[in-house]
């Protein structure tokens, strides 16, 4: 575990959170890393701390308690949540049960009570760390709990030709797994892996941790499923579930990336099927979630990626499975010359050392193109523009093997210079709609990020991973940005009132309009105009 635990403190009186912040010692194993006055200030602390707690009162301006509570249970799914109030009401206790608060403190506070509150709280989390997190102790959980034949199983259903094996769906059932009765679909976690940082052993051990902690959130989501480890990597066939099926599960693979990042120290990413019934499809749904990581390498398109959204109306183009293919694409999408050089020189000097088991030249030529096509196609650039004719004319004008690798090299390269300097990817795209839409529609007060998102077509994790990795911001901040702008071009240009004109920009509570004004612009809207006029 980290040394402290961190600790945001939320309330509107700035002498209540100077009073509990004294009363927290380092002796306590807690440590107060930002304090916030409202819930919208509370957001930005914990995106910038991800705090392990956040202590805060019920009764604030803007929004409160509860508002802020579920919306850290559903962005911060890892942070806990108390209560502070003056008011002990049996509803708003209710509703802190249905948000999993793990405390309920009514004012005044003594020492007493946050000693107490901080030493349970302390022993919760110390016990998590230990037990839940543990890489050792989760790999003999796994193996004391999960037979291995169940894996086995599964996996014959991957690799098989056929479409039923009789006996083993027979043998499975008696495990109480069936794939017949409803929708499902499949998910492949891959975990990144450097040889640098974990050697055999440790790589074991951490998809074992993975695999535990991934399952250990879909029980707590009531989820119908079934995990089994499959190519370096961890398959979740996951049963339809209500009417909301998708976007829940959404939420949930979003939620396993950010508890194997802050609790196990591995990145994943999650490739996922389209919707598929009976065992006969496995094999099916497991190429689509393979092929979508695969696709997401050259489409930048996040960590969780559906295949749905990558193969709308592309061609069927015959796909690769070899090791030194799989070098290849990914050198050419993420190395630099030097290194995709040296991966074609490689494979080239095996290929010509081994050229007595080759018949002719097709084989290599179809790989060739595969790779080729595939690439620039994920890129959305037209090859026969890039090489100046038909692709297969031109490789069937070579007559050795040493020409077809270097006109391979050769255009790889130019691909992927092309690639560098046309840099408008889908994601850009998908961002560039975001934006349009909050710059259209800012003054819908209702107007959030799960608002866009259906609007969209895009989910809640890819839309944050836009705006975070493109413009450096939250789509909150953004939001807020465009409001206030608009607010002061009001303010100089118009005559409206100061209420009207909050209401006009999505601002609810012409106080809080106030207090972001303030904060975005360093004066308040009434002084602004008057500097202005």
Not at 268 to 275: A, E, P, R
Not at 416 to 422: G, M, Q
Request: overall charge negative; glycine content about 4%.
């Amino acid at each position: 575990m980290e040394e402290f635990y961190k600790m945001i403190l939320v309330d509107d009186e700035d002498e209540v959170r100077g009073r509990i912040s004294s009363k927290i010692s380092k002796e306590s194993g807690f440590v107060v890393v930002g304090a916030a006055g409202n819930g919208y200030d509370a957001l930005e602390l914990i995106e910038k701390h991800t705090p392990h707690v956040v202590l805060t009162d019920i009764k604030m301006p803007f929004i409160d308690g509860i508002e802020l509570a579920a919306t850290i249970k559903r962005d911060f799914p890892t942070t806990r949540v108390a209560f502070i109030t003056g008011y002990d009401e049996f509803d708003y206790a209710r509703e802190a049960i249905e948000l999993n608060v793990i405390s309920y403190l009514t004012k005044p506070i003594t020492q007493n009570d946050i000693t107490k509150f901080l030493q349970k709280l302390k022993i919760e989390l110390d016990n998590e760390f230990k037990e839940k997190y543990n890489l050792e102790k989760l790999r003999k959980k796994y193996e004391e709990t999960i037979p291995l034949v169940v894996d086995n199983y599964f996996s014959s259903f991957l690799i098989s030709s056929r479409n039923e094996k009789g006996d083993e769906i027979e043998n499975l059932k008696s495990y109480g797994i069936s794939l017949d009765d409803s929708n499902y679909l499949l998910a492949f976690i891959k975990i990144e892996r450097t040889d640098k940082s974990w050697d055999i052993m440790e790589f074991e051990k951490v998809k074992y941790s993975v695999r535990s902690a991934v399952t250990s959130i879909l029980e707590r989501y009531n989820q119908n499923f079934y995990s089994f480890l499959f190519n370096s990597g961890i398959v979740l066939v996951i049963k339809e579930k209500g009417k909301f099926f998708l976007k829940e599960i959404d939420s949930i693979f979003y939620e396993m990336i950010k508890m194997s990042e802050k609790f196990l120290g591995a990145k994943i990413d999650i490739g996922v099927s389209n919707m598929h019934q009976k065992f006969g499809r496995l094999a099916k749904a497991y190429q689509e979630a393979e092929k979508a990581i695969e696709y997401s390498k050259f489409l930048n398109a996040g960590r969780i990626v559906y295949i749905n959204e990558l193969e709308i109306n592309k061609p069927k183009i015959l796909s690769l499975s070899e090791s030194d293919i799989n070098d290849i694409v990914y050198n050419v999408k993420f190395g630099t010359e030097n290194e995709i050089r040296n991966v074609i020189n490689s494979i080239k000097l095996g290929a010509l050392r081994d050229s007595k088991t080759i018949t002719n030249y097709h084989q290599y030529m179809i790989n060739m193109m595969n790779v080729i096509i595939n690439f620039a196609d994920s890129i959305e650039v037209d090859i026969s523009e890039v090489i100046g004719g038909d692709i297969l004319e031109t490789m069937l004008q070579f007559s050795s093997l040493e020409q077809i690798f270097d006109w391979f090299l050769s255009t790889l390269l130019k691909l992927r210079d092309t690639n560098l300097k046309t840099k408008v990817t889908n994601s850009q795209k998908l961002l560039s709609n975001a934006i349009k839409y909050i710059d259209t529609n800012y003054g819908d007060a209702k107007m959030s990020m799960e608002t866009v998102c259906d609007n969209l077509g895009l989910s809640i994790s890819y839309i944050s991973l836009l705006f975070k990795k493109n413009m450096d911001t939250t789509f909150v901040k953004y939001l807020t940005k465009v409001r206030i702008e608009k607010a002061k071009e009001l303010l100089k240009f118009t005559g409206d009132r100061v209420v009207e004109i909050a209401a006009n920009c999505g601002f609810k509570d012409v106080y809080y309009f106030s207090h972001c004004f303030k904060k975005y612009v360093g004066s308040s809207p009434k002084k602004y105009r008057e500097e202005q006029n």
